[in-house]
């Protein structure tokens, strides 16, 4: 029988949960960003400059950028948590 080979995973179980949050957060910012319109092309519809598209919108798919990058970024190796789950695994 061979030993068991240890698998070492490119990132800690943080940095996966960050990426999950990250995809989630994203998600909501094109669901906000998504909707409305006039179904006649001649008639011009307002609800295109409403705030939730002009300002929640954006914010949320930049904090969603900014949550990914920091998640890919950042060693979160020297927590003591993250030090468990590697010896473990």
């Known amino acids: 029988m061979e030993p068991e080979k240890k698998v070492n995973f490119v990132f800690g179980a943080v940095n996966y949960i960050l990426m999950g949050v ?3 957060v994203l998600l909501i910012g094109y669901i906000l960003l998504s909707g ?6 001649n008639v011009f519809n307002n609800a295109m400059f409403d705030s939730r598209r002009m300002v929640a919108a954006p914010i949320m798919i930049m904090l969603g950028f900014i ?7 950042v060693s979160f190796k020297g927590c003591r948590k993250c030090k468990k789950d590697n010896d473990q695994q």
């Open 22 to 24: 990250g995809i989630v």
């Open 36 to 41: 409305g319109g006039s179904d006649d092309p």
């Open 67 to 73: 949550i990914e990058i920091v998640a890919i970024m």
